[in-house]
């Protein structure tokens, strides 16, 4: 079993900069892929990016070159560093978690075997 704990989120004015943590707890962390997936209100949960154990890294096309995501295998807790955020990211962001070493695009819900609770991300105009 595993337990995710997000932090970070909260309310960012346009343009600004905001950095979510998920900490892991219960097994080796570097065994698994790790991914950040959001939810606005009346949509569908969606990939935002993913990093492999050894940091190998996959963005949703919406988020390249202004989200970037990465880990700390000695902290257990993988990051989204959120960059020039607009209203459009509004949404609860998850951490959730895939044991497995092999590197794939894993950006479906049903990739991932566990999931934190989401933090609120809200970025006003």
């Known amino acids: 079993q595993v337990q995710l704990v997000e932090s970070g989120g909260g309310l960012v004015q346009a343009g600004g900069s905001l950095r979510l943590s998920c900490v892991a707890s219960g097994r080796t962390f570097s065994n698994y892929v790790m991914g950040w997936f959001r939810q606005a209100p009346g949509k569908e949960r969606e990939f935002v990016a993913a990093?492999?154990?050894?940091?190998?890294?996959d963005y949703a096309d919406s988020v390249k070159g202004q989200f970037t995501i990465s880990r700390d295998n000695a902290k257990d807790t993988v990051y989204l560093q959120m960059n020039n955020v607009e209203p459009e990211d509004t949404a609860v962001y998850y951490c959730a978690a895939r044991l497995t070493r092999l590197w794939y695009r894993w950006s479906e819900r049903r990739d991932y075997d566990y999931w934190g609770q989401g933090t609120q991300v809200t970025v006003s105009s």
């Open positions: 990093i492999s154990g050894g940091g190998s890294t």
